[in-house]
């Protein structure tokens, strides 16, 4: 069942096409992987769809549920703001890791409790009472618990190692309680272990009924992973299908993968 789509979406910067009239969808429960050379296009597509940038043509429409029986509504989010598109369900991590490096592990997650709100950083680490504070805190240490740094949520974020830093950026994005997961370049940086763990998480964030839709370079994690995937190139789609048939087309393999893909 779809869960959001892009319509002729283009975001022009003077003469410059970053993203060029793509349409794409993305049903409930898939994980797709967006790849493409530096360059494509692919953070601005992400950034069009977390309201960081407004598109400069294209509709992109969300399947928001609503109500205790979570119906759907269709909800156009071109133009929305950044927060109201993470109340509306869509939560993001970045390339560059962006977490409050002098604050814990711990707090780190709690703000990305309050991401759907437009309050400011001391209104969403304040809660309202005690009883507010500790089911916060309960809910954080479980999601800590599932990226596994609960035995770290003492600790200054910026005292992590750099996969752990990443897997933290996941579970305050997770925070959220969003539907879609948009991961940008999840295992940058990330040794062979690290990716493995990455892998199985992203399979186990899955199962809790959240989609995804990841850019990444590592080709084999993002192969291996993806139902399908979307190529950009030039800031236009030049393919979309599943892996196998990704892998084996020849603009692709021309524009990225190279002749020994």
Do not use: C
Not at 131 to 154: C, H, I, M, T, Y
């Amino acid at each position: 069942m779809e869960l959001l789509k892009a319509e002729k979406l283009s975001m022009i910067f003077g003469g410059l096409r970053a993203v060029d009239n793509v349409s794409f969808q993305i049903d409930e429960g898939e994980i797709v992987g967006l790849i493409g050379p530096n360059g494509a296009g692919k953070t601005t597509f992400f950034n069009l769809l977390t309201g960081i940038y407004v598109p400069s043509a294209g509709e992109i429409t969300f399947q928001q549920q609503v109500g205790e029986e979570k119906s759907r509504k269709e909800l156009k989010i071109n133009g929305m703001k950044p927060y109201q598109v993470t109340a509306a369900g869509i939560a993001r991590t970045f390339q560059n890791i962006r977490l409050f490096k002098d604050m814990t592990v711990l707090d780190n997650v709690l703000i990305g409790m309050h991401s759907k709100t437009s309050t400011g950083l001391w209104q969403a680490i304040l809660p309202l009472n005690m009883k507010e504070e500790q089911e916060s805190k309960d809910r954080a240490r479980s999601l800590l618990d599932f990226v596994g740094l609960l035995s770290k949520e003492k600790e200054l974020s910026k005292n992590l190692a750099y996969g752990e830093q990443r897997r933290l950026e996941i579970a305050r994005a997770l925070a959220a309680n969003p539907r879609l997961l948009l991961l940008d370049e999840p295992a940058a940086g990330m040794n062979a272990i690290e990716t493995r763990e990455l892998i199985n998480l992203i399979t186990e964030i899955r199962k809790t009924d959240k989609t995804v839709l990841l850019i990444e370079h590592d080709m084999k994690l993002v192969m291996g992973i993806s139902e399908r995937v979307m190529v950009l190139d030039y800031g236009k789609k030049i393919a979309e299908g599943t892996p196998q048939e990704v892998q084996k087309n020849e603009k692709v393999i021309k524009a990225y993968l190279g002749e020994g893909a």
